[in-house]
């Protein structure tokens, strides 16, 4: 269709009255008009869902359609395209009751004219555009203020969350450091070494949650995806033995790789932290200790890594709400954490086009398994052209 036509079909059941209105579409100058010609109501949607249609001209009587209810029935089905009604000169209340429903405007059959078809056209076109940048605008606003609710909303859960997290830790790192500094020629050798592993323990509480809160503030901001080449093994590797080190005396990691890994293309940082959180959940989560199953299987273009716990499990009400952000799921009691790392965890899988499942219970250990193709995928895949197909309709130019 010629960039400056008009596409406007019409839906009328009387062979007379179409032929009088493609009769006036030949004599209109200005745009040009492409018009289709459709008899029923049911014939009018599909047109309206296969070919793009700028306006339709719709007779209230239709061999298919109560009077009363055929615009509210064709809105229902097409609320997007400008809608003339056509009515009879006894049905100008019905008319104006289809203006109040959402039609633009209405010609009424017997005194319409060339000019007043055109100026019709024009109007409700017009119109229809005016409707649907004020519908963008509305929902543009209704976004952004439920945004701005959202955003309110973590800012009070931060600051709930963060006085609380930063309190504990530092409470035990001054109360430590007094003990010490008043007490510590008095203390055996042991009992200041236990102190000074719980100064220790606490900077690390703090340094982990300020990690945490920086990399949510990078991904709300617009965390960066940087794909390289990365040997899986090596990787997951160096991840098993650094948190072993630092777990060795109540947990063990079996490490198990499976397929060749040594050739992928991944953000190895957000994949550490990926993999960190979830072993550290593991070893967190496990406070009677027991062996920690991590697997690695590179195959069909996918990278799973699966990660099972023997600990306290994660109750099945919890699950649904597991990476939203500050959640924590009831039964994890004075275990510390702060609700933010499952969260980051997601969007680091998500900005890999991954997936991540978790498969849990109370009390029965947790697995989680995230799968992430060997190679980045394409974000805007191209769509195949399709032809449009001509209406099973008389067509008619004008």
């Known amino acids: 269709m010629d960039e400056v036509s008009k596409r406007v079909l019409l839906v009328e059941d009387s062979p007379t009255d179409a032929d009088l209105m493609r009769h006036f579409f030949l004599r209109l100058e200005g745009l040009q008009w492409e018009l289709i010609h ?26 298919d359609s109560d009077e009363a209810d055929t615009l509210v029935d064709f809105r229902a089905s097409v609320p997007d395209v400008p809608v003339v009604v056509l009515t009879m000169m006894d049905d100008e209340t019905l008319a104006l009751q289809a203006m109040a429903g959402g039609a633009q405007d209405y010609l009424v059959k017997g005194q319409i004219t060339p000019s007043l078809l055109a100026r019709s056209l024009r109007y409700g076109i017009e119109r229809g555009h005016i409707l649907k940048r004020l519908q963008n605008s509305e929902q543009s606003m209704l976004k ?8 309110n909303l973590l800012k009070s859960s931060f600051i709930s969350m963060a006085s609380h997290e930063f309190r504990t830790p530092m409470t035990m790192i001054r109360t430590a450091v007094e003990l010490l500094q008043n007490f510590g020629e008095d203390l055996t050798e042991a009992k200041r070494q236990q102190y000074f592993d719980r100064i220790k323990t606490a900077i690390h509480q703090v340094t982990q949650l300020l990690d945490e809160v920086l990399l949510l503030g990078s991904t709300e901001a617009g965390l960066r995806y940087r794909p390289e080449p990365v040997d899986l093994v090596k ?28 050739n992928v293309v991944m953000d190895a940082a957000l994949l550490r932290h990926i993999l960190t959180n979830l072993l550290s959940n593991a070893f967190k989560y496990s406070p009677e200790g027991g062996d920690i199953q991590f697997k690695l299987c590179c195959e069909n273009g996918t990278a799973t ?41 997601k969007k680091c899988v998500e900005l890999h086009q991954g997936r991540i499942q978790v498969c849990s219970d109370k009390g029965m250990g947790t697995t989680f398994t995230v799968a992430l193709p060997l ?4 974000l805007n895949p191209a769509k195949p052209k399709t032809s449009e197909q001509s209406p099973k309709s008389i067509v008619s130019r004008a």
């Open 38 to 63: 459709v008899e029923r109501l049911s014939s009018a949607i599909t047109a309206c869902s296969t070919h793009t249609v700028d306006i339709v001209l719709l007779d209230l009587r239709l061999p």
């Open 235 to 262: 990787l997951c590797t160096g991840i098993t033995e650094d948190l072993q080190f630092s777990h060795s005396d109540s947990h063990t990691i079996m490490f198990t790789p499976q397929g060749n890994c040594s």
């Open 305 to 345: 890594f699966q990660i099972q716990d023997q600990g306290i499990g994660i109750p099945v009400k919890d699950q649904t709400h597991l990476f939203e952000t500050f959640y924590r799921c009831g039964n994890v009691g004075s275990i510390q954490g702060t609700g933010l790392g499952l969260a980051i965890v």
């Open 144 to 151: 952004a203020l439920e945004q701005e609710q959202e955003l």
């Open 375 to 378: 190679e980045p995928r394409s």
